[in-house]
């Protein structure tokens, strides 16, 4: 089975800029986070997806947004890019469920990630 | 939001045994508890995950407490490829709507 596949891997853009990174999850997963890892700052949550709907969110602006596909695979964009943006986007995807359906499979796996430079 | 604490960094000869806690006061009753392992700009792979007791696989052994509160990674033998970032994780990821903490993790130094 395919991993989590993320595109692209690099990406240099200038201040002001817009960006979208894409996120293919494994076949079967519908559940899609993303996070943003810098060395100042770790590795933080910034949203998950679940059936193209918004289930949780981090702590960071409206300049991040994110959606979700009818397939699964997921987007995220920044807008008005900022230095500080400047970080490695990691997707995780895992087979999670609704609250009240079983599930016994309790993993998230992550793709190799975005590494996005703001100039 | 279950939060974690690591040692930041830890140093170990080649072919010992390494031994990494975290703890996790506030973990809930549903939270399972899993290690991942990171390398410089790649995306964090899965290790180990226990609810209770110990497991132990192919890598790693993880054991943990009765009361939950801490969790302690095992690496037997560690190599200069063991060389990472090592990373708690408590929650429940067989539903949606949860949030994970990562950390600060511990950086792992293999020496030779």
């Known amino acids: 089975k395919a991993g989590v596949t993320q595109t692209p891997r690099y990406l240099i853009k200038t201040r002001g800029q817009q960006v979208t990174l894409s996120c293919s999850p494994i076949?079967?997963?519908?559940?899609v986070s993303w996070y943003q890892q810098t060395p100042g700052q770790g590795l933080q949550f910034l949203f998950e997806?679940?059936?193209?709907?918004?289930?949780n969110k981090g702590n960071f602006p409206g300049r991040f947004s994110g959606r979700q596909f009818s397939n699964s695979r997921s987007e995220m964009n920044v807008s008005t890019l900022e230095l500080g943006d400047s970080a490695l986007y990691l997707c995780?995807?895992?087979?999670?469920?609704?609250?009240?359906?079983?599930?016994?499979?309790?993993?998230?796996?992550f793709g190799p990630g975005t590494r996005l430079t703001v100039l | 939001l279950a939060k974690t604490t690591q040692p930041i960094s830890m140093d170990s000869y080649e072919g010992q045994e390494v031994n990494i806690t975290c703890s996790h006061n506030?973990?809930?009753?549903?939270?399972?508890i899993t290690w991942y392992q990171q390398f410089p700009s790649q995306g964090p792979r899965f290790i180990i995950q226990?609810?209770?007791t110990k497991v132990t696989n192919e890598v790693a052994s993880l054991f943990i407490p009765a009361d939950r509160k801490s969790s302690t990674l095992s690496l037997p033998r560690v190599s200069l490829s063991d060389t990472a970032v090592y990373y708690c994780?408590?929650?429940?990821?067989?539903?949606?709507?949860?949030?994970?903490?990562f950390g600060t993790g511990t950086s792992l130094t293999v020496i030779p």
């Open positions: 995780a995807s895992r087979p999670s469920r609704d609250r009240g359906q079983e599930s016994s499979y309790n993993e998230q796996f």
């Open positions: 076949s079967g997963h519908r559940s």
């Open positions: 997806y679940f059936s193209e709907t918004q289930r």
């Open positions: 506030n973990i809930a009753t549903n939270d399972y």
């Open positions: 226990g609810y209770k």
């Open positions: 994780l408590v929650g429940d990821m067989r539903y949606t709507g949860n949030q994970f903490y």
